[in-house]
């Protein structure tokens, strides 16, 4: 095992995970020794889609979530169980599915226009 593979398995504190979190992933919480985010969808068409990009995110990183799935939302929990609690590995695939949910190419300017927000028939998730 590298040493790189050996930090991204140590598990930090409460208080560590907190200040990561208020200060890279502010709509991210920590419960029950995991970090979690809550994205909210237009329905279950939305919600299929955030299950199969956090899914290819996750197979790519090969570092698994856990998830809660119901009509208009899905709860992403992370933590890495061989470390037994919330690890750099964590924080690195959170910030990723972030990043590729949270995507909004209409706000950037270039080419890509975006999901129609103003029409109910193509929105399909609540952006925050």
């Known amino acids: 095992m590298s040493t790189s593979t050996k930090r991204s398995e140590v598990a930090y504190s409460e208080e ?25 969808t237009e329905g ?20 698994h979530p856990d998830l809660a799935v119901s009509y208009a939302f899905v709860i992403v929990k992370l933590c890495t169980h061989t470390a037994k609690g919330v690890t750099d590995k964590d924080f690195a695939l959170a910030k990723k599915i972030e990043e590729v949910i949270q995507w909004q190419p209409g706000l950037e300017g270039g080419p890509l226009e975006g999901t129609p927000r ?7 998730i609540k952006y925050d």
């Open 16 to 40: 560590q995970v907190a200040e990561r979190l208020a200060a890279e992933l502010p709509h991210w919480t920590y419960e029950n020794g995991w970090i979690r985010r809550k994205y909210r």
């Open 44 to 63: 279950w068409k939305g919600t299929l889609m955030v299950i199969n990009a956090v899914g290819h995110l996750a197979e790519a990183a090969w570092h």
């Open 118 to 124: 103003d029409d109910q028939r193509f929105r399909y």
